[in-house]
């Protein structure tokens, strides 16, 4: 296990190479520069494009941030001059986080319940209903749900406040709005691989053992059912804690949501590299957490040694 | 924690239940909420006496709160709340108030402008400003470039000839072979600079600074400028003027906070920060060592950043803030009095911020736009009453270049040159230029003109709206939709026949717009270059009788219109509403646009709303 464990990371270490090396060529393969303001004299964006080592050749330039990058320093902040990218990061990182897990939670406790019960009903009315609140999940897109909860449960009924500030209860609208889609898609996801396991020949047998209908949802179905749910949780989870860029502009969430597009539109080179990598290896981590999750989960996989079938 | 999320969820589904089952409920808690007014009404009464507290917001996290760097909004707005230049922005567009200064003269025969400074000015720790702060400041300002030093290198007499002498010239200066390296050599020499040489190099420097005409004579600051310029004084008000102390300045620098970090800005303004969680929010209290704090009212102003327009909206419907800009597309809205009544906001402040919206032409190497009948012909075929009627709600059109309401002499500048330069929507006259400008051209029709936009929605409707009108007299424009960055690279490589720009000033004179067309000015992008235009721009710079100098200015923007050098679209309007138990806002169009300075709050009647 721990050889596979290593082997995992080593290649995760090549996979973020990979990566940075990209984004580092695409991003200089845009036109302009972040200097690019009518409003700045030439002499300053000269002035500025030395300090921050712009004028030398891509070459130089690649190499310098490769080297800096081997000893965790991720650089400073073009937009923001003189704030180094890991704080910023490690400051807003949390405010993302702490809408992300939530959404999580509610999308797959939710979104099982849901699934579950539509494939127990399978096609009576509760079944209809799940599906119909699945598909208003998946195809109301959060910028619009987020300003309808935001003016339904905020302003109309003053129930929740619309913009996150210092109390827990801020932080509901949002998350909800964040765990929306994944809640439909692991509802989704739930009815379909609970019906396939209602047909199996065990469930038979277990029923024909006399065993309850709960025992048989409890200990037979949900186990074989959540296989599935827990192969998108990983990247799903890397997608929630990252935050949205929509979720957070919406409900003014001073998260890192918003960098993910900001950075490229102001070619704030350091941001970008920094931010991209940083998602990078939080997707590469949550992966590598649930093919060992497999093994935990099913006996089957964890004697095999495979990372899954 | 958890736990209260979970009951939270719980809530969900009953409101989920409530919301699809009975929609009239909402009444009733209507009347709960008014019945709870009465009851706190009462008991929180007490606590008015203690904190005036304004709640407001940014539209964006600043880039930096370090004064002598910034060269934007919000910056700019939060650095007025904590920093205080020699002069003060006033309560109009060219007013000033004393800041750190009690005032100044003016001497004409040496142009020298001499600020007495206060003695009861301090910082907020308490130590006292003095004239080396200010000038502490301003070297630091050209030292490192900074967007905005051009404020200080081009009007101090001496600071240009500081700023431009860099190691580059201590070298060649010094060895006259210098001059013939190649740039990576003349680099690698300025590295390889021996330790005696940078001494030399830092006391030459020393010297040019000394020989700056900006000198600490007792209590006053004495200012000799290398050129006249009436509206100097309030330069003084803009960050880049305001002082930085030295020591402060060090000891933070050291820790990479200062200008990043509340604890890395020393206030010398009327509150200071007191906390600032990146892209969250702020928290400025009042500065009890300021020297005017018993006329500010305000204790303590929180200021949420909130990007999204919509969530502004929100929070000034539930009260959050005490006020708010209204995007033009929510104007009709505000206008209604009863929902101004109904969220107890005053009527709207409607007004220039001073940004003109233009096309931009090519002047160098497009034989059909060159032609000053074709460019008269798109001028006088649009229809800018009707755009700002029904596209840009609340805006003005713009039938001179520089913006309604900006600083003239002793009028607004449109007042002093004419509110209208030529006619709008006058489609007869444009297929009379367009006839004529096809005669000189040798054509019988006009092939179709590329036009660069913006990419968003709004530039697109701005587009077509003028596509249309030039449409009706027989002109086919294209719209090429670009990102804002290709489209200025665009523009700087001159490679366009027309394109939409826009231009707000970096100062409170004419010249800020009008100088844009001198052959030599960086953002003239359709490289327009008459010597009559240049001429007077240059005759301006030189004048120092203000009433000759602005003549100039007058004749300039005259000039503009007469050659159709670009052709305006309209000048933008901001608006502003407040809480009605808010008083004494400025909303000015250079600087520090939105300005609390002179702002009160009846707390009495904020409370009684909230509840």
Not at chain 2, 48 to 75: A, I, N, R
Request: hydrophobic share 45%; net charge negative; charged share 25%.
């Amino acid at each position: 296990m721990l050889k596979y464990i290593l082997k995992r990371l080593l290649m995760a270490l090549a996979t973020l190479w990979v990566i940075s090396t990209l984004t580092f060529v695409l991003m200089h393969a845009l036109p302009n520069d972040p200097f690019t303001d009518p409003k700045l004299k030439p002499e300053v964006r000269q002035a500025l494009r030395v300090k921050y080592g712009l004028d030398k050749p891509l070459s130089e330039q690649y190499v310098i941030y490769m080297k800096n990058l081997l000893k965790g320093d991720l650089g400073t902040s073009i937009k923001y001059p003189g704030r180094s990218v890991s704080d910023i990061i490690a400051e807003s990182f949390p405010k993302s986080f702490a809408l992300g897990w939530r959404a999580l939670i509610i999308a797959v406790i939710f979104g099982m319940l849901l699934g579950i019960i539509a494939a127990l009903n399978h096609q009576k009315t509760l079944d209809y209903l799940s599906i119909f609140i699945a598909i208003i999940g998946v195809s109301i897109p959060s910028i619009i749900l987020g300003p309808i909860l935001a003016y339904f449960f905020g302003v109309k009924l003053g129930w929740f406040p619309v913009t996150v500030d210092k109390s827990e209860i801020s932080l509901f609208l949002p998350s909800l709005t964040l765990a929306m889609s994944s809640l439909a898609t692991i509802s989704r996801l739930m009815r379909t691989t609970t019906l396939e396991v209602l047909g199996q020949d065990y469930i038979s047998t277990a029923k024909a053992k006399g065993l309850s209908k709960t025992q048989i949802v409890l200990k037979h179905v949900l186990r074989n059912a959540v296989m599935p749910i827990i192969t998108i949780l990983g990247p799903l989870f890397a997608a929630l804690i990252t935050g949205s860029i929509v979720v957070e502009k919406i409900f003014a969430v001073a998260g890192l949501g918003e960098y993910f597009v900001s950075t490229i539109t102001e070619q704030d080179y350091p941001m970008i590299m920094g931010i991209t990598i940083f998602y990078a290896a939080l997707i590469i981590l949550s992966i590598l957490v649930v093919d060992i999750m497999y093994g935990f989960i099913d006996p089957r996989l964890r004697i095999s040694g495979k990372g899954g079938e | 924690m958890l736990k209260r999320f979970w009951a939270m969820s719980l809530v969900l589904v009953m409101v989920f239940a409530i919301a699809l089952t009975a929609c009239s409920k909402s009444d009733d808690n209507q009347t709960v909420g008014e019945a709870q007014q009465n009851t706190n009404n009462e008991d929180t009464k007490e606590e008015y006496q203690g904190e005036k507290v304004l709640d407001y917001y940014l539209s964006s996290e600043p880039q930096t709160l370090d004064p002598q760097q910034m060269w934007g909004q919000p910056d700019i707005m939060v650095e007025n709340m904590f920093m205080e230049g020699l002069m003060r922005f006033g309560k109009d567009d060219s007013s000033l108030e004393p800041g750190v200064a009690k005032g100044y003269t003016y001497d004409e025969a040496s142009n020298t402008y001499t600020f007495e400074l206060r003695e009861d000015a301090k910082w907020e720790d308490g130590t006292p400003i003095t004239a080396d702060d200010f000038f502490f400041a301003w070297r630091l300002a050209v030292d490192t470039a900074a967007p905005y030093s051009f404020l200080i290198t081009d009007y101090i007499e001496g600071a240009a000839d500081y700023a431009a002498y860099d190691k580059a010239s201590f070298l060649a200066e010094k060895d006259a072979a210098f001059a013939n390296l190649s740039e990576e050599e003349q680099a690698a020499r300025i590295e390889a600079m021996a330790d005696d040489e940078l001494k030399q190099y830092n006391a030459k420097k020393d010297e040019l600074w000394s020989q700056v005409k900006a000198v600490a004579e007792g209590s006053n600051i004495k200012i000799t400028l290398s050129i006249p310029a009436p509206y100097f004084p309030s330069l003084t008000a803009f960050a880049v003027y305001t002082p930085a102390r030295e020591d402060f300045y060090k000891e933070k620098s050291a820790k990479n906070k200062y200008g990043i970090e509340a604890e890395g800005l020393l206030a010398n303004g009327p509150w200071k920060v007191e906390e600032w969680v990146h892209k969250d929010y702020f928290k400025l209290v009042k500065n009890e060592n300021y020297w005017n704090k018993d006329n500010i009212n305000i204790d303590v102003i929180n200021l949420k950043i909130v990007n999204e327009v919509e969530t502004r909206t929100n929070l000034l419907k539930t009260g959050a803030l005490d006020g708010s800009a209204i995007q033009s597309k929510d104007v009709p809205d505000f206008e209604d009095m009863a929902t101004l009544e109904e969220l107890n906001l005053q009527p709207m402040i409607n007004r220039s911020d001073f940004s003109v919206f233009y096309i931009d032409f090519n002047h160098f190497d497009n034989p059909i736009i060159q032609n000053k009948n074709i460019r008269k012909a798109l001028m006088y075929a649009m229809d800018r009453t009707s755009f700002v009627e029904k596209i840009n709600i609340g805006d003005e059109p713009a039938l001179a270049f520089v913006p309604k309401v900006f600083p003239g002499l002793e009028k607004t500048f449109r007042e002093e040159n004419g509110m209208e330069l030529f006619k709008d929507n006058d489609k007869e006259k444009a297929k009379e230029y367009l006839e004529a400008g096809l005669k000189e051209l040798g054509l019988t029709e006009l092939p179709p003109l590329d036009m660069l936009i913006g990419d968003s929605d709004i530039d697109q409707k701005v587009g077509e709206k003028f596509q249309a009108d030039w449409n009706e007299i027989g002109i086919t424009v294209n719209l090429v939709p670009l990102p804002w960055g290709e489209r200025l690279t665009r523009l700087q490589k001159g490679d366009f026949a027309m394109s939409s720009s826009g231009w707000g000033p970096d100062y409170p004179d004419a010249m800020t717009f009008l100088e844009l067309f001198e052959s030599v000015n960086p953002n003239n992008n359709g490289q327009y270059n008459n010597p009559e235009y240049d001429k007077l721009i240059k005759a301006a710079k030189n004048e120092k009788d203000a009433k000759k100098r602005i003549q100039y200015l007058y004749d300039a923007e005259k000039m503009l219109m007469e050659d159709a050098v670009i052709v305006p679209q309209y000048f933008r309007n901001v608006h502003f509403t407040f809480k009605k138990y808010v008083t004494g806002v400025v909303i000015r169009g250079v600087g520090a646009t939105t300005d609390f300075y002179w702002a009160d709050i009846d707390m009495a009647a904020k409370a009684a709303e909230k509840k």
